[in-house]
Nanobody, 122 residues
């Protein structure tokens, strides 16, 4: 069983919205710092959003005000709500889980999903 599995990607027009979901088989009690990253072709994986055990959220400037990360610990799920999507948001989106609160660094996350493609057309 995969530790994290993403769903919800797809094709959307600029200005539209998508919700990505991540289903976890790991225990949030142990790896409760949850995040989303994205990777466009030929680029490095980049931080998109994180939420820690306390529910505090973290975003980089390019998505602040447009994206929202949330979690449902009872269901072992977390989500990325994406609004006002732009063509530059096109990428493969990955969910991740780790033990370091609010970190934006790939190396601080212990578990990763396989990714889901998000394509935003202009």
């Amino acid at each position: 069983q995969e530790p994290l599995v993403e769903s919800g990607g797809g094709l959307v027009q600029a200005g539209g919205s998508l919700i990505l979901s991540c289903a976890a088989s790991i225990r949030f009690w142990d790896y409760g710092n949850l995040a989303w990253f994205r990777q466009a072709p030929g680029t490095e994986r980049k931080f998109v959003a994180a939420i820690d055990w306390n529910g505090d959220t973290y975003y980089p400037d390019p998505v602040t005000g447009r994206f929202t990360i949330s979690r449902d610990d009872a269901k072992n799920m977390f989500y990325l709500h994406m609004n006002s999507l732009k063509p530059e948001d096109t990428a493969v989106y990955y969910c991740a889980a780790g033990r370091v609160a609010g970190t934006r660094h790939v190396e601080n996350y212990d578990y990763w999903g396989q990714g889901t493609q998000v394509t935003v057309s202009s």
